[in-house]
Each structure stands twice: as structure tokens, then as C-alpha cells.
């Protein structure tokens, strides 16, 4: 017992659960706008993963960080616009769209990638986000270090869930998106057009997600490899149901999700005699447990899935 | 004048055959251009495709056995979708059919004799892929959980799962500490299609069970019941169609092709498991699906022509510099026209 104690106890821990939770929290907030207008973007692993390739490409060829975000984020939307055109002007399935923009999406990631690293081996690394420490809060004992001396991007990760909570439930914006989400026709019947709407939380939505996946090359690693996502974006799908579509409970969902994986990372070498695939499951089954627990009780939004054409019930 | 478009009332047989075709000519004609801007000739990279899956009797033999384990995940992505049934776990399944093939073979059965031991063997993948594909179903309709979602999470674990046993209790010490498991016995190995080559008769056994397949949708109640429940749930539900049974048959259908897909890629290539035994074929396997229209038959096409990209990109790769890649990225590329060419096929402009 001494050992769990002495691990929740520890600061490098709650360090590590706000780095882990960035690109979850970027992640799930784009997933939950998209499926507060009514689209399931099943694009987000691939989307995340050229998010990773581009920020990271981006800042090895000189651009500074910052840019390297912004274009991670622009090329999310890019994806974005391809996934809404599917699914929203052509209104095709939304599950077999989505699946097929991530496998493009993370195959042409790779196909840059091996274009510019032609060979296997170390791949090159960049210098990437330092930690920031906040200035009158970071010398507070334990909670310092922990919480407030992170890299920027979490900060913004932060700030960003509050501000879509404050669109989507405090403004005529947010009532729009909602109600596309819910009901198109009433949406429509409003002066709302369901079609720009979902166009837009599409392409804002899939830039967030290519934000998270370049914080894991910007700031949580220095270099870029395949397969480094790792099924982020399933879990961030099934974040937005564990938080019932709501932002602030996604950061909260993020963060406990993200304490558990920095949780079981450091029992891994704390512990002997467990093989450590069965420390590396833990996310994924916790994934699915939170998705049973809460599908019965979250209110999905009642018109995801459903592609909208005018005048057609 | 106003174009709209209508809905189609049935689908011309052209149109069926065209469509794959037009969808595969423009999912090339965009990977040229990524080929083009890598400084390659474009027509002469896609000639060393073609060549390199093609232009040797090794060659072709290697790209019908890349085939196989695909035309199995296609099947099984295929008759899972015609039920609206999202089995994305294809990949889990496949390497749960794997080891389960290895760990019966060298712990429990490999005394057998060989025509007893393969088609055990051969089931024991199958039930295993069935296993695993329950989980998903169950929590679907016991607690309505997305099953895209869970089936997905489920590669993950499944595969963390293998490594964990190819680590420990199934490690072969005979590897040099190289995480691999034991080797199915000599006898256990399917037996070759084709003498001096790696083709063996898992390709015949696929297209059988793509043919098999076909006929159990056509032909059969269950298969008509498989077809409702994906059409119209509701209203298959109201004509006296037991959903839930019918998606328990399906996904164990679905589970056990890719299950086999594992086993017969272990029995007839490798004889043993590692982490990559599998390319990503559960994945390419929803394309061959979609490539294929969702028809069983058309599943066998769609299988050749995707390994067709996958071993003749490794060749073209090797003489223009070009990343292998190209190769998924071309079969991504593929699901995408074809969404959108089914799209113009369900409809016709009008004015």
C-alpha cells in the first residue's frame, strides 16, 4: 500500500497527468463540438496523427512552434472539410467516412513522414515547448510544480474547453450548433442553415484535434514516429460520451483519464511480476468501462448520424 | 432549370461493375499526383507495381497469399456492415485467431495427426476471433454502447494481449530473446497451392468461404434476416426478425472469418506469432469490404487488387525511392472514391 501512496503522493504524477491529459482534452473537445452538430468524426486518429507530422515537419524545417500548431491546426480543418463533405453535403455514413479519412489521413502522414526520413532509425528531433511556470502560483508547495509549470499549449488546452463551454451553452452561436445537433429542421426552421453549421463545428472541431495531435511532437515528445497516436482519438470518442457531450466535464473526463494512464505508468516500475501489458491495457479497458457505464445516462445529441437534406424527413 | 437528384429505385448491373472501377481509377490518379510531386515518373512507378506483384510467377504467388488473409478480413468486414453491425475489430480478432492457433498447437494438440489437427486448429482460431467480437456485441445491446468505439479500443488490447503471451508463457526460447512465439508444429503447416512458393490452400479455402458466403446471404433466411436488420432495423424488428439473434449470428460470422484470417495466416506463412504479423490487414479489410460493394464475390477482386498495391509498392518502392506507403495511401484513397461513387450510383440527376 505504501507503494500506491507514495506514487499519488508524488509530484512528478500530477505533473504528468496534465501532459498526458493535453492532447485527450484537445481531442475530446473537438469530437464533442462535431457531435454537438450532429457529426461523428471517426477522423480524428488520422487526423491527430498528421496533426503530429505536420506541427512537427513544420518546426524541423524551421517554422517556430507556435506556427507549428497553427498549421497542425489549419490541416485539421482541411481533414475537417473532407469528412463534412462526406457526411454532411453528401451525407454518407458517418462511421465508414470517418474510418476512411483517418486511414487516409494516417497513411499520408506516414507517406511525408518516410519522404523526408527516408530511412528508419532515430528520427530527427526539434526543440519543443518548455515548461512555463506561472508566476506567484508555481511557488506554491507540491501544487506549484505540479499544476503550473506546464507548456503553453496545456494552458491554451485549458482555456480552450472553457471558452467552448461558455459558446456552446452561452450564446446564440452555441444554440445554433446545439441545435443543429439536435434537430436540423427546427434548427433550420429558425434561420439557422444546419448545413454551414455543421461545415463549421466539422472544420473548427477537426482543428482542434490536429492541435492535440501536434502537442505530442511540439511539447509531449521532440520527434515524430508512425503509430505514435497510439488510438488517442477512440479514446477522446469515448471521453465525449463519458462527459455527456459537456466541455467541462470532458477536461474533467481528460484529466481523470489521464491520472489513471500516469497512475498506472509508474506502478509499471513499481511493481514486479505483472507483465507491463497489462499496465498498458488499463487505458483502453478503462475506455470501455466508462462507455458502458455512462451510454444509458449521457443524452446523446438526437440528431447525430443523421445526414440532413432539405425538405426530406 | 433545376438539377436535384433522385434516388435511384434499383441499381443497373453496369453500374455495379463500373463503379469499384471508376473508384480505383481515381483513388490512382490522386496517389499520382503525391508519386509526381516526390519527383517519380508517375506511369512507370505504377508499371513497377503492377510488375512487381505480377511479373514473376514468385511474385504473383506472393501477392495471391498477401491476398488471403485480406479476402477473410474482407468477408468479415463485409457480412458484418450488410447488417449495419460496425465490426472494426478485425485487426483484435485476427491476432487473437493467431495466437490461439500457436498456444492450442504447441500446448495442447500438436500430437494430432495433420488431418485431424488442421481443421481443429482452424476452428480454434475461428471461436477465438468469435470471442472477442462478443464483447463489443454484448455491450451493444445490453447497455447501447457504440460498437465502433469499443471493437476499436479492442485491437488495441488485443494486441498488447498477444505481446504479453508471446513475452511469457508461449515465448519461444529458441528466438534469441526476440519476443516470438512457439512454432505450430511442421505438420500443422497448411499445405502449399502451389510447390515452391508460399501459396498454400488457405487462398482456395477463402474463396470458398467468400462463395459460401454469397450463398448463405442470398439464399438463406438468416442471410435475408442479416440483409433487414441493416436496411431497416425498426422495420425488420415489426416483420418478426429476432435483431438480437440475428446480430449474434452475424457477429459471430463476422468474428470467426477474421479469427480464420489469424489461424490460416499463422498454419500457411509464418507457423509462429509476432506483434507484426498482421500489416494492418483487419483495417484494409473495411476497404476490401467497401471496394467490394459489401458483395462476398466481389470481396475476392477487392482482396487481389489491395495486395496487388501492398507487394507491388514494395518493389516500385526499392527502384524510384518512392516511401511503400504510397500503397495505403492509395487503398485509403480507394474507400473515399468509392463512398462517393456509390453516392452518384444510389442517385441521378435530374432537371
Known sequence: MSVLFDIIASVGLWGAVLRIATPLIFGTLGALLCERAGVLNLGIEGIMTFGAMIGWLSVYHGADLWTGLVIAAITGGVFGLLHSGLTVTLGLSQHVAGLGVTLFASSFSYYVFRLIVPTAGTPPTIAPFQPIAIPGLSTLPFIGPAFFTQTAPTYLAILIALVLAYILFRTPLGLAIRMTGENPHAAEAQGVNPMKVRYGAVIAGSALMGMGGAFLTLSAFNSFFPTMVQGRGWICIALVVFASWRPGRALFGALLFAFFDAFQLRLQTAVDGVPYQIFLMTPYVLSIVALAVMARRARVPQALMQPYRRGER | ?351
Not at chain 2, 483513388?27 to 512507378?45: F, H, K, N, R, T
Request: glycine residues 10%.
Open chain 2, 1 to 351: 432549370m433545376i438539377m436535384r437528384l433522385e434516388r435511384r429505385e434499383h441499381r443497373p448491373l453496369y453500374l455495379m461493375v463500373l463503379t469499384p472501377v471508376l473508384a480505383v481509377i481515381a483513388a490512382l490518379a490522386l496517389s499520382g499526383i503525391l508519386i509526381a510531386i516526390a519527383g517519380a515518373p508517375v506511369l512507370d512507378a505504377y508499371w513497377r507495381i503492377l510488375t512487381g506483384a505480377f511479373g514473376s510467377r514468385l511474385s504473383a504467388t506472393e501477392t495471391l497469399t498477401r491476398a488471403t488473409p485480406l479476402m477473410l478480413t474482407g468477408l468479415a468486414a463485409a457480412v458484418a456492415f450488410r447488417a449495419r453491425l460496425w465490426n472494426i475489430g478485425a485487426e483484435g480478432q485476427f491476432y487473437l485467431g493467431a495466437i490461439a492457433v500457436a498456444a492450442a498447437s504447441s500446448k495442447l494438440l500438436g500430437d494430432l495427426p495433420a488431418p485431424v489437427l488442421i481443421p481443429t486448429l482452424l476452428l480454434v482460431g475461428a471461436a477465438a476471433g468469435m470471442a472477442l467480437i462478443l464483447i463489443p456485441l454484448w455491450l451493444r445491446l445490453r447497455f447501447s454502447v457504440d460498437e465502433v468505439v469499443t471493437s476499436l479500443l479492442l485491437n488495441f488490447i488485443a494486441l498488447l494481449f498477444v505481446s504479453m503471451l508471446i513475452d511469457g508463457v508461449l515465448k519461444d526460447p529458441l528466438a534469441f530473446g526476440w519476443p516470438q512465439s512457439q512454432s505450430v508444429s511442421d505438420h500443422a503447416m497448411l499445405p502449399k497451392l502451389v510447390a515452391r512458393s508460399r501459396l498454400h490452400i488457405g487462398f482456395a479455402i477463402a474463396i470458398v468461404l467468400a462463395i459460401i458466403v454469397h450463398l448463405i446471404q442470398s439464399r438463406t433466411v438468416f442471410g435475408l434476416q442479416s440483409r433487414a436488420a441493416g436496411l431497416n432495423p425498426a422495420g425488420a424488428v415489426f416483420a418478426g426478425v429476432p435483431l438480437g439473434r440475428t446480430l449474434v449470428k452475424v457477429a459471430c460470422l463476422s468474428g470467426g472469418l477474421a479469427g480464420l484470417a489469424g489461424a490460416i495466416e499463422v498454419l500457411g506463412v509464418k507457423g509462429y506469432v509476432t506483434t507484426d504479423l498482421s500489416p494492418g490487414f483487419g483495417y484494409a479489410g473495411i476497404v476490401v469490404a467497401m471496394l467490394a460493394n459489401l458483395n462476398p464475390l466481389g470481396v475476392i477482386l477487392a482482396a487481389i487488387f489491395t495486395a496487388t498495391m501492398f507487394v507491388g509498392a514494395d518493389g516500385m518502392s526499392r527502384g524510384l525511392g518512392i516511401p511503400t506507403y504510397i500503397a495505403d495511401v492509395t487503398v485509403a484513397l480507394s474507400l473515399l472514391t468509392m463512398l462517393i461513387a456509390l453516392f452518384f450510383t444510389q442517385y441521378r440527376i435530374r432537371r
